[in-house]
């Protein structure tokens, strides 16, 4: 057992003394006495060496698979808002990556297109430094075990994806399938999608992850779709299979969710 790095926790035991008490008609079971004493967890506990022993290969399997390089990142992709912005790079990168894995495979099966891939801007939980992607890189980015879906949604429900954008302002994870503009006051003012204007009343194919259908983050629309493909295929094993295909990833912001006039 590894020592502990915070050495001001203590056990808190109890000594517990149980005095039984009898009486003519019945016994019973009765706490006499509480005692507490506390016991530092210091560098004086020393380790198991046949469990380092034992754990040190797994150690250092998962070491070596986490470092494995995949692909090389040009620039930092951070998870910053600069100027609360409606789209970033590394928002872009995920969502436009979960398309081009994800949109031949879900064709494959069914012969159809995806319209757009939309995840959550919370389920990005660490930058992409400048250099090195790696598995462990996969990882950060997507700790989770989520996994994707593909629901068939009304254009009722995708307007309600709209509004909630505009509503939240948060550059949630938007394909590039997806040009959506607003005013400052939240006026759509163009709103497309594979490069034709949204029909309300037609019905599109969106990618997103089991968390969100579930109504993660709010995100009710996606509850109840007409249709719901799952795909067994985890987000975080997308991003791998994307990083292994690419051997530069390019991420930019752009227009695809901004305001304008």
């Known amino acids: 057992m590894k020592k502990f790095d915070v050495m001001k926790h203590y056990f808190f035991v109890l000594l517990v003394t149980i005095g039984f008490l009898a009486s003519c008609s019945s016994s019973k079971t009765q706490l006499t006495r509480v005692k ?10 020393s380790q198991k060496a046949e469990i380092e022993r034992f754990i040190a290969p797994y150690r250092e399997h998962i070491s070596s698979e ?3 390089v995949l692909a090389q990142n040009p620039a930092d992709l951070v998870k910053d808002r600069k100027e609360k912005a409606l789209n970033t790079a590394i928002g872009n990168f995920m969502a436009d990556a979960t398309f ?3 949109n031949p495979l879900y064709k494959k099966r069914t012969g159809k297109d995806i319209d757009f891939v939309m995840l959550n801007w919370g389920g990005i939980r660490s930058d992409l430094p400048k250099g090195d992607i790696t598995m462990g890189s996969a990882y950060n980015l997507m700790p989770f075990e989520n996994e994707m879906v593909v629901l068939t949604m ?24 997806v040009q959506l503009q607003i005013t400052h006051d939240g006026k759509i003012t163009h709103f497309t999608i594979h490069g034709k204007p949204f029909n309300p009343k037609a ?59």
Do not use: C, W
Not at 157 to 169: F, M, N, T
Not at 203 to 219: K, N
């Open 100 to 102: 081009e894995i994800v």
């Open 203 to 261: 019905t599109y194919l969106v990618a997103t992850s089991d968390y969100l259908m579930y109504g993660g983050d709010a995100m009710y629309f996606f509850s109840n779709p007409l249709k719901t493909d799952m795909l067994d295929y985890k987000v975080r094993n997308v991003l791998i299979d994307y990083f292994t295909k690419i051997d530069t990833l390019h991420a930019k912001q752009d227009n695809r969710f901004e305001y304008k006039p």
């Open 154 to 177: 009304s254009g009722e429900k995708v307007q309600e994806l709209a509004d909630y954008l505009i509503k939240h302002r948060l550059p949630h994870p938007l394909s590039k399938q």
């Open 66 to 68: 986490m470092s494995t």
């Open 36 to 45: 507490a004493i506390n016991i530092p967890i210091t560098d004086t506990i």
